[in-house]
């Protein structure tokens, strides 16, 4: 199939809403390890564990595999409430022929914990990139280039939705439109980043997305 735009999709934050309890979790182990670091949760956002262990755990493998597990046990009895309006609005784009593709920073040891809260997730989208698919992870722009070229189209012609510094900086610097929604950071913060930025799926939905693409 052909597509002629493509709308790549991060998860948390922006499809389901699980920011407020990573961001207790990671604030969590900052006071534990990194007393005097009071931004280490926020920090953190919209890296790839694996980029998280080498920058912070690098020095003590003890230290890298007791997160580890209690981020493991963490994610297995998590709640992953879906944000309101978003697989309507992901299933509407489809109905309009476009492509669809999940670009997260998460694992699949997490993302198989996420399916098992909803199983009909993986349907909805032409492909899921995990943080296994990507070389650099964001705020590189790796994965969202990768995901536009999957659906054999340039970063320009496929909108990012968004949400974390680090992910909106992915968004930006691969040249794709940007969507950036309020759910982790004030508006005018991520505005500068943003051709557009929305509070929720109803106000995004308020918007003809084929008339967006020709504003921005």
């Known amino acids: 199939m052909d597509f002629k735009r493509a709308a790549l999709f991060d998860l948390d934050g922006v499809l389901v809403d699980t920011e407020p309890q990573y961001t207790a979790f990671w604030a969590e182990i900052g006071r534990e390890f990194f007393p005097t670091d009071s931004d280490f949760a926020e920090s953190l956002k919209g890296h790839t564990l694996t980029h998280i262990y080498n920058t912070h755990f690098a020095d003590s493998a003890a230290a890298r595999e007791l997160v580890r597990q209690r981020l493991e046990d963490f994610e297995a009895q998590m709640h992953y409430p879906l944000l309101a309006g978003s697989m309507e609005y992901v299933k509407a ?3 309009k022929g476009w492509g669809l593709a999940v670009v997260t920073s998460s694992d699949r040891v997490k993302m198989e914990c996420f ?7 993986p349907q909805l989208f032409h492909r899921i990139f995990t943080a296994e698919d990507v070389k650099h992870s964001k705020p590189a722009p790796d994965g969202y280039v990768e995901a536009a070229h999957f659906f054999g189209l340039e970063p320009q012609e496929c909108v990012v939705f968004e949400d974390s510094l680090n992910g909106l900086r992915a968004g930006r610097d691969s040249g794709a439109k ?26 995004l939905s308020q918007l003809n997305i084929e008339e967006l693409w020709q504003d921005i």
């Open 93 to 95: 784009l489809r109905e």
């Open 115 to 121: 399916y098992r809260s909803h199983p009909d997730f």
């Open 178 to 203: 940007l969507v950036g929604f309020t759910t982790s950071l004030p508006a005018e913060e991520i505005a500068p980043m943003c051709d557009v930025v929305v509070s929720d799926y109803e106000s």
